[in-house]
Nanobody
Framework: QLHPVEPGGGLVQAGGSLSLSCAASGRAFGTYAMGWFRQAPGKEGEFVAAMSSRASNTYYTDSVKGRFTISRDNAKNLMYLQMNSLMPEDTAVYYC?????????????????WGQGTQVTVSS
């Protein structure tokens, strides 16, 4: 099992940057594909980005391509989401998730382990 925790988050002005991290306790972090999801107030949750277990493949939702970058450090059991050119519509609770398989997926149902979420607020 893996237990993700997202300690980051915060408030930033539109156009600014913010970096999220996800620390995962548990064994064999490098065998899990990881993903970021978010849920804005009053909206359904949505996929943001994912990375395969060995970081060889990444996938982003269209709205964040070119602005967000997912990365991971398997030696430290850490995953990151660098968010640049933030917009008010990026405001949401962001969740990191782990999938017990090497290949990335963009459906939340494919992820078994979830963090508690961290709030990101982008002011206009």
């Amino acid at each position: 099992q893996l237990h993700p925790v997202e300690p980051g988050g915060g408030l930033v002005q539109a156009g600014g940057s913010l970096s999220l991290s996800c620390a995962a306790s548990g064994r064999a972090f490098g065998t899990y594909a990881m993903g970021w999801f978010r849920q804005a107030p009053g909206k359904e949750g949505e996929f943001v980005a994912a990375m395969s277990s060995r970081a060889s493949n990444t996938y982003y939702t269209d709205s964040v391509k070119g602005r967000f970058t997912i990365s991971r450090d398997n030696a430290k059991n850490l995953m990151y989401l660098q968010m640049n050119s933030l917009m008010p519509e990026d405001t949401a609770v962001y969740y990191c998730a782990a999938r017990d398989s090497a290949g990335l997926r963009y459906n939340a149902v494919d992820y078994a382990y979830w963090g508690q979420g961290t709030q990101v607020t982008v002011s206009s």
